[in-house]
Nanobody, 121 residues
Framework: QVQLVESGGGLVQAGGSLRLSCAASGSIFSINDMGWYRQAPGKQRELVASITNSGSTNYVESVKGRFTISRDDAKNTVYLQMNSLKPEDTAVYYC???????????????WGQGTQVTVSS
């Protein structure tokens, strides 16, 4: 059973920083794309940032220049460094990953349970 476990959320003042981590555990053959999504109250879940297994990154326009996504494949972990946080960044942040559990199995998308990020003004 593959699990994604997020950590690093919390309460921070505007202008502050947080670093989110998401570690995948279980029987893992390979991990392809990894990403971070967020969902604010009353809004749809949106992609914040993604990273391929070759290191190519993609960001939603509103976080470009402030957030950085990275991954450590030796630890099956993806990170999201969030700087210059704004109240509008307040949301539950979810990680996801495209995981293959064995050579003979198809890739599937796994999600973490979410971590709350609250930015006060």
């Amino acid at each position: 059973q593959v699990q994604l476990v997020e950590s690093g959320g919390g309460l921070v003042q505007a202008g502050g920083s947080l670093r989110l981590s998401c570690a995948a555990s279980g029987s893992i053959f390979s991990i392809n794309d990894m990403g971070w999504y967020r969902q604010a109250p009353g809004k749809q879940r949106e992609l914040v940032a993604s990273i391929t297994n070759s290191g190519s990154t993609n960001y939603v326009e509103s976080v470009k220049g402030r957030f950085t996504i990275s991954r450590d494949d030796a630890k099956n972990t993806v990170y999201l460094q969030m700087n210059s946080l704004k109240p509008e960044d307040t949301a539950v942040y979810y990680c996801n990953a495209e995981i293959q559990v064995s050579y003979f199995r198809k890739k599937t998308i796994k999600w973490g349970q979410g971590t709350q990020v609250t930015v006060s003004s």
